[in-house]
């Protein structure tokens, strides 16, 4: 119903295949939030015993520096009391110890702290991380990074390899690999291949209906890529095996991940495109440049349907994909997935989560509408540009 309601009218015959967000449960979506929010899957085995993140945390990263590498705080979480002590000052933002009660009020997005007594003190004995770590933002309704939860809006501003580059298990020459990524990147086949070439984290939201899961299309459906994550880059506990690129990866004797994924995708599909804030687009050129993503611009060729996506029906091959090649000399990332070739990426909620192309090489939408005009010599003026990216704002 939503998705519809904020469709452009495009042709809809890809949407047959949707599951209607009506039909999904809502006892299974419920709980599919709880595990997205705050299931670590056993993942402390791989933050806390192998890289010691809780030594870190404790010890060197005060509110401050966590907001600073993109950490996000609940504001919903936090009791009044806190709130207060925050706008007054009284609430020391440079301590670490500031960190850790945040952690026992489980208010830090993604991450799940135990907190114990040791010598009389609150101390972070623990921690793991969970999806929302890189796919929930916040609202910034109280200041800036701390607000109320939007699951699924990827988290732009967190720097995953800065924070992983933390760790004093790893070696100078893997610290240097992680800070390489900056911020809203994430390479999620690196500790896999050997292989350098971060990604955009992506949303979660806007996926029902779309059968090819990931910029590479690897997977039919959600879960698929759900248990990959959840195993070989959380480190949860439970087995991943893709026999087209040799991944072959069990932790633990006790699955925490299988039982788990069908409530985690119903809640993924639960999660709608978020549509353009009011006035964030010039309607009028929208709807000329509408005309243009039809016509000159032969976006509808591939683009198509009511998620604006063929990925049902085919992948592309890098030589028909503008993004490629990969900056800083990295390998095509098609040639390091399952499937060798690319999605045609679907196109709601694009205002919200810049940088655009699966290797984030296009700052704006005017960029990505630039990059199409050369290299497929579509021959487009300078005012059919500028239309067609206030199109894609309006998506
Ligand atoms: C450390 C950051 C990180 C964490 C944690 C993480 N992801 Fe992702 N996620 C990524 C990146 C990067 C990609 C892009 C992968 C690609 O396109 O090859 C991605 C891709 C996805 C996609 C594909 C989206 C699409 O457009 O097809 C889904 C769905 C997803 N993640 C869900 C999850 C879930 C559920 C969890 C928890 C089990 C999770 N992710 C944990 C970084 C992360
Ligand atoms: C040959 C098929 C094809 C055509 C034609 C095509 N696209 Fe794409 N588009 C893709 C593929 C594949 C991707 C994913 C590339 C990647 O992830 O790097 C994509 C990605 C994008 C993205 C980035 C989405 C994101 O989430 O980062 C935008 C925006 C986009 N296309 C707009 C357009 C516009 C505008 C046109 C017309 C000028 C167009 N496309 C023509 C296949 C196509």
């Not at 595990?35 to 899957?41: E, N, Q, V, W």
């Not at 699951?151 to 967190?158: C, K």
């Not at 090819?212 to 879960?223: A, L, M, N, V």
Request: some cysteine.
């Amino acid at each position: 119903m939503l998705l519809a309601a904020c469709g452009s009218g495009t042709d809809q015959s890809a949407s047959s295949t949707n599951q209607s967000q009506s039909t999904l449960d809502p006892v299974l979506v419920a709980q599919g939030a709880q595990i997205f929010r705050f299931d670590t899957f056993g993942d402390e085995t791989q933050w806390s015993d192998t890289l010691r993140m809780h030594e870190v945390i404790r010890t060197a990263v005060d509110p401050t520096t966590a907001l600073s590498v993109g950490l996000k705080v609940d504001s919903e979480a936090l009791p009044a009391s806190v709130v207060q002590g925050i706008k007054d000052g009284s609430i020391d933002l440079k301590s670490p110890d500031t960190t850790v009660a945040l952690l026992k009020l489980n208010a830090v997005v993604g991450l799940q702290g135990k907190v114990e007594v040791v010598n009389g003190k609150d101390t972070l004995t623990r921690v793991g991380v969970t999806c929302a770590l890189c796919h929930s933002t916040v609202d910034n309704s109280f200041a800036p990074g701390i607000g109320k939860r939007l699951d699924g809006w990827a988290n732009r501003d967190l720097n995953a390899g800065a924070i992983i580059a933390l760790s004093p298990a790893l070696s100078a020459t893997m610290k240097a690999v992680y800070n390489s990524w900056g911020k809203g990147m994430y390479d999620p086949r690196f500790n896999q291949d050997g292989k350098n070439g971060p990604q955009v984290i992506p949303p979660a939201y806007g996926l029902n209906g779309i059968h090819r899961i990931t910029s590479t299309g690897d997977g039919e459906e959600i879960s698929y890529w759900n248990r990959y994550v959840g195993v070989t880059q959380m480190g949860g506990h439970g087995s991943f095996m893709e026999p087209r690129t040799g991944v072959s990866v069990t932790n633990g004797t006790d699955d925490q991940i299988t039982a788990k994924l069908p409530a985690l995708q119903a809640y993924q599909l639960s999660l709608v495109a978020p549509p353009p804030p009011s006035g964030s687009f010039d309607a009028a050129a929208a709807a000329r440049g509408k005309l243009v993503f039809n016509g000159g611009g032969r976006c509808a060729t591939c683009h198509s349907g009511a998620e604006l996506t063929d990925a049902n029906l085919r992948l592309h091959l890098p030589s028909e994909v503008v993004s490629e090649p990969e900056p800083n000399g990295a390998p095509s990332y098609a040639s390091r997935s399952a499937t060798g070739q690319y999605r045609t990426a679907p196109l709601r909620g694009l205002w919200q989560h810049a940088p655009y192309f699966h290797n984030g090489t296009a700052a704006t939408l005017e960029s990505v509408v630039q990059t199409y005009n050369t290299k497929q010599s579509l021959g487009l003026t300078e005012t059919e540009i500028l239309d067609l990216a206030q199109y894609l704002k309006s998506l």
